[in-house]
């Protein structure tokens, strides 16, 4: 069963940068796309950004890009959010997710972490 565990959330300031991390376990990490979502409060979860399971294939939101950076670390199993440049309607809580394909996850994960807090102050 595949596990995906986010840390590096916290407190940033506007304009300053932030990474983010997914540990996933479970499976063959090369075989997923890795992806990441986020979601105010009172807010629907939104679409971040995605990378797919070679590496080849990058997605962004149109709010993040140019900002925001996803990666993937085959030696570590892990997905990263350098977030740089934040702003305060950045803060959210952010979900790393994860699925067989980048369309596959924009769509509807297969799996979910739990979840990490990001809080942008002006």
Do not use: H
């Amino acid at each position: 069963q595949v596990q995906l565990v986010e840390s590096g959330g916290g407190l940033v300031q506007a304009g300053g940068s932030l990474r983010l991390a997914c540990a996933f376990s479970g499976s063959t990490f090369g075989l997923y796309a890795m992806g990441w979502f986020r979601q105010a409060p009172g807010e629907q979860r939104e679409f971040v950004a995605a990378v797919s399971g070679s590496g080849g294939t990058i997605t962004y939101a149109d709010s993040v890009k140019g900002r925001f950076t996803i990666s993937r670390d085959g030696s570590k199993n892990t997905a990263y959010l350098q977030m740089n440049s934040p702003k305060p309607e950045d803060t959210a809580s952010y979900y790393c997710a994860a699925d067989y394909s980048t369309i596959q996850l924009r769509e509807d994960p297969r799996y979910w972490g739990r979840g990490t807090q990001v809080t942008v102050s002006a």
